[in-house]
């Protein structure tokens, strides 16, 4: 089970740190990606980084202002989200699969969280 939190409303050019938390098998040996979805619009990768290595990626929407990191000590993923931009304003979900890469289809993720609400204002 996935639990996300740190949404929240911010001005343009606020940051943010999302979390997820998991609960059940350790979370070191997944992969944990994290996704938007806008009112209206389909769901949309963000970032991701793989259950080991430390490798990463992100969307080019976000590069150079979002980071996304772990903490297998504490069964915990984040997204830090710098420089927010109202075009930012979504749901924001975090997504896992055992031993997973760091890839960007929402297919490949197994375990989904429930979500959580950003919404960034000019």
């Known amino acids: 089970q996935l639990v996300e939190s740190g949404g929240g409303l911010v001005q343009a050019g606020d940051s943010l740190r999302l979390s997820c938390v998991a609960s059940g098998r350790p979370f070191s040996t997944y992969g944990v990606g994290w996704f938007r979805q806008a009112p209206g619009k389909e769901r949309e990768f963000v970032c991701a980084v793989a259950w080991i290595g430390g490798i990463t990626s992100c969307a080019d929407s976000v590069k150079g202002r979002f980071t996304v990191s772990r903490d297998n000590a504490k069964n915990a993923g984040y997204l830090l989200m710098d420089s927010l931009k109202p075009e930012d304003t979504a749901v924001y979900y975090c997504?896992?699969?055992?031993?997973?890469?760091?890839?960007?289809?929402?297919?490949?993720?197994?375990?989904w969280g429930q979500g959580t609400q950003v919404t960034v204002s000019s």
């Open positions: 997504a896992a699969r055992l031993g997973g890469d760091a890839l960007s289809s929402d297919s490949y993720y197994s375990s």
